[in-house]
């Protein structure tokens, strides 16, 4: 089997002299490792490729057996440059690439959708180069809520009360749902792991959910509002999708 795709590498190893494994998102067959046989001597198969972050339009060659896969060659499409160039931007980008990788999209719908959020956000990353800490967060959000987690932060989940008017609102982890204070009383309980935030997170979490990568840049909260979404997006991501971000590493919850 011989395809020709585009993919998102996400990690270049070594495992001979001249030869490379490369992992590898694409949209229709999700992440996988692939060889590059004489990929780290040859010039002209695999110019500039076989680096991560790089989008790269790879042909790709099953072994008779369809145990692996190999890159014939590379057409370096996109090397992203910039976000290179920056280490503080850069490490936002791998942190979003590792979460990717723990993630695992299934092929097909899962992998189509992760595909495009990343390489989106390595376009944004490369033209607008925000500051702060919040794109990883945003980017886990923002994974969670396209797979088909999408919460409603707009309204009270029991009497329909639009969440700009509440002024203790409590969200549910487990069903994604806002309750206001007045139907927390009647309820006595929420279900399920509960965070009380400001009515400032979730106006920025439905804006979030209704966003794409290219307008984050422009996304401006206070201090205590981003503190409010991180945790909160930490603790919707880790129940729903099984990732926490601990010590530097994301590992499965």
Not at 90 to 118: E, H, K, T, W
Not at 171 to 197: H, I, M, N, W
Not at 201 to 225: F, H, K, Q, Y
């Amino acid at each position: 089997m011989r395809s020709t795709e585009k993919a998102i590498v996400l990690k270049v190893g070594r495992f001979r002299e001249a030869d490379a494994w490369v992992r590898i998102l694409t949209p229709t067959h999700g992440i996988f490792n692939a060889f590059a046989f004489g990929g780290l001597r040859s010039r002209r198969r695999f110019t500039g490729c076989l680096d991560t972050l790089n989008h790269v339009l790879f042909s790709i060659a099953a072994n008779k057996t369809g145990t692996y896969y190999s890159l014939e060659e590379g057409s370096l499409i996109h090397g992203f440059q910039e976000v290179k160039k920056n280490p503080a931007v850069q490490g936002l980008a791998v942190n979003c690439v590792q979460f990717v990788r723990m993630l695992d999209p299934s092929p097909g719908q899962d992998s189509r959708i992760v595909y495009d959020l990343l390489l989106e956000t390595l376009e944004m990353l490369e033209e607008k180069l925000p500051s702060g800490d919040m794109v990883p967060f945003l980017f886990r959000a923002k994974a969670a809520f396209d797979l088909g987690y999408r919460p409603a932060f707009d309204i009270c989940a029991s009497c329909g009360r639009e969440a700009e008017g509440m002024r203790a609102p409590l969200v549910s982890v487990e069903s994604g749902q806002v309750f206001c204070a007045a139907c927390q009383s009647r309820r006595k309980a929420v279900d399920g792991v509960v965070r009380r935030v400001s009515p400032g997170v979730l106006r920025s979490l439905e804006w979030i959910r209704n966003s794409r990568p290219a307008d984050w840049a422009r996304l401006g909260m206070t201090a205590d509002v981003a503190r409010q979404s991180r945790r909160l997006i930490e603790a919707f991501v880790a129940y729903h999708l099984g990732l926490q971000w601990e010590n530097g590493y994301y590992k499965k919850v």
